[in-house]
T-cell receptor, first 113, second 112 residues
Framework: EADIYQTPRYLVIGTGKKITLECSQTMGHDKMYWYQQDPGMELHLIHYSYGVNSTEKGDLSSESTVSRIRTEHFPLTLESARPSHTSQYLC????????????FGPGTRLTVT | QKEVEQDPGPLSVPEGAIVSLNCTYSNSAFQYFMWYRQYSRKGPELLMYTYSSGNKEDGRFTAQVDKSSKYISLFIRDSQPSDSATYLCAMSRRAAGNKLTFGGGTRVLVKP
């Protein structure tokens, strides 16, 4: 069974605060992804990583940044949160060469007031 | 025009009915096709993964891919109220690495 964890699950924070959303997976997957999803809307890829020290921006422009210092860990940071950042953030990972399916964490629902 | 189109629904069916979901796509390079189920306020859960054209069955779920028509389907037999969720199709092509292109999702409601 896929094990991918996200913390916090819910976060309400004021404008201008710095936040870090955590994502960890225990499957040894080399590829990890961050998606943004508004209620009832599509998933949009905002960042991805194909391995340690490798990060790329996704299809949707985002003011967030990511890092990949360890295989299992892929945190997302917002330096200065704004109400427009209010959304659900989903982390995913995928493994092995030739494997295209991705496994998702439970998500972090972020509200910026 | 979006690369992957999916009717947003909602699709309401009585318990025990067959649920039929589909997606159309425009990029003929897509080769890998997935269906995810997403409950409200949760992350998507992978249901089915198929490569190229053909059928795949797993319990009550059957996935079909028709590459000539650029059309994929998911059928859920003997539907249960617990199947009420949003169903997302996703697909990928070799040149895109492992990046997925998602449909917008179809909301399904199975009524007892």
């Amino acid at each position: 069974e896929a094990d991918i964890y996200q913390t916090p699950r819910y976060l309400v924070i004021g404008t201008g605060k710095k936040i870090t959303l955590e994502c960890s997976q225990t499957m040894g997957h080399d590829k990890m992804y961050w998606y943004q999803q508004d209620p009832g809307m599509e998933l949009h890829l905002i960042h991805y990583s194909y391995g340690v020290n490798s990060t790329e921006k996704g299809d949707l422009s985002s003011e967030s940044t990511v890092s990949r210092i360890r295989t299992e860990h892929f945190p997302l940071t917002l330096e200065s949160a704004r109400p427009s950042h209010t959304s659900q953030y989903l982390c995913a990972s995928s493994g092995y060469s030739g494997s295209y399916e991705q496994y998702f964490g439970p998500g972090t629902r972020l509200t910026v007031t | 025009q979006k690369e992957v189109e999916q009717d947003p629904g909602p699709l309401s069916v009585p318990e025990g009915a067959i649920v039929s979901l589909n997606c159309t796509y425009s990029n003929s390079a897509f080769q890998y096709f997935m269906w995810y189920r997403q409950y409200s306020r949760k992350g998507p859960e992978l249901l089915m993964y198929t490569y190229s054209s053909g059928n795949k069955e797993d319990g009550r779920f059957t996935a079909q891919v028709d590459k000539s028509s650029k059309y994929i389907s998911l059928f859920i037999r003997d539907s249960q109220p617990s199947d009420s969720a949003t169903y997302l199709c996703a697909m990928s092509r070799r040149a895109a690495g492992n990046k997925l292109t998602f449909g917008g999702g179809t909301r399904v409601l199975v009524k007892p």
